[in-house]
Structures are given as structure tokens and as C-alpha cells.
Nanobody
Framework: QVQLVESGGGLVQTGASLRLSCAAS????????MGWFRQAPGKEREFVAA????????YYTDSVKGRFTISRDNAKNTVYLQMNSLKPEDTAVYRC?????????????????WGQGTQVTVSS
């Protein structure tokens, strides 16, 4: 069993940066690929980024490439999302997720665990 708790969201202005953290409990964190998703009001949930269990590969949706960076520290059971050059369209609830492979995260596959989410609001 893995529990995921996000932190680091907030209200920022356009162009600012935030770093989201997702702390996992449980001993099997390193067995999972991790990802970040977001959902804005009135919109469907959207894949943002994913990272393999060993950090060998990372993936991003086109709209955040070059601005967001996903990373993980298996010793700390934590995955991060560094968000730079934030735009109003990045406003959403951001949730972390765990799955057995990054492919599942990227392709609407089975997600084993979800966090509760953290709000990111970018003002113009």
C-alpha cells in the first residue's frame, strides 16, 4: 500500500516558479513509475509528466515541455515537479500518481495510487 501526499501548491503570478512535492508512504515507492496530472475547472484530467522508477526516462505533455521538470528521490520516497515560467493556463489541481509503468501513466492506463491534490493558481 502506498499513500501519496502532495504539497507546494499556491497562488503565484505569471512567470513565477513553484515546486510541487509528493511524499509517499510505504516501502514499495521505488517499484512504481510516478506521474503528475492536473485538472482545471470544467476540464478533463490531463497528464502532465511521468518518470520511470529509476529516473532513467521522463515524459511530458507538449504544453509543459521546457518549463516543467519531474524528478524523484527514492531514498526520500518523494517525487517532485519543478514548474517554471508559469502561465495562467497552468492553473489547476495537481495530483501525483503511481503506476507500475510510465506507459500506463501516459496512456490512461491503470493507476495504482492517487494523491489528494494541491491547488496551483497562476494569476495574469
Amino acid at each position: 500500500q502506498v499513500q501519496l501526499v502532495e504539497s507546494g501548491g499556491g497562488l503565484v503570478q505569471t512567470g513565477a516558479s513553484l515546486r510541487l512535492s509528493c511524499a509517499a508512504s510505504g516501502r514499495s515507492f521505488a517499484n512504481y513509475a510516478m506521474g503528475w496530472f492536473r485538472q482545471a475547472p470544467g476540464k478533463e484530467r490531463e497528464f502532465v509528466a511521468a518518470i520511470t522508477w529509476d529516473s532513467s526516462n521522463s515524459y511530458y505533455t507538449d504544453s509543459v515541455k521546457g518549463r516543467f521538470t519531474i524528478s524523484r528521490d527514492n531514498a526520500k520516497n518523494t517525487v517532485y515537479l519543478q514548474m517554471n515560467s508559469l502561465k495562467p493556463e497552468d492553473t489547476a489541481v495537481y495530483r501525483c500518481a503511481a503506476a507500475t509503468t510510465s506507459y500506463l501513466l501516459r496512456n490512461n492506463g491503470t493507476i495504482n495510487y492517487w494523491g489528494q491534490g494541491t491547488q496551483v493558481t497562476v494569476s495574469s
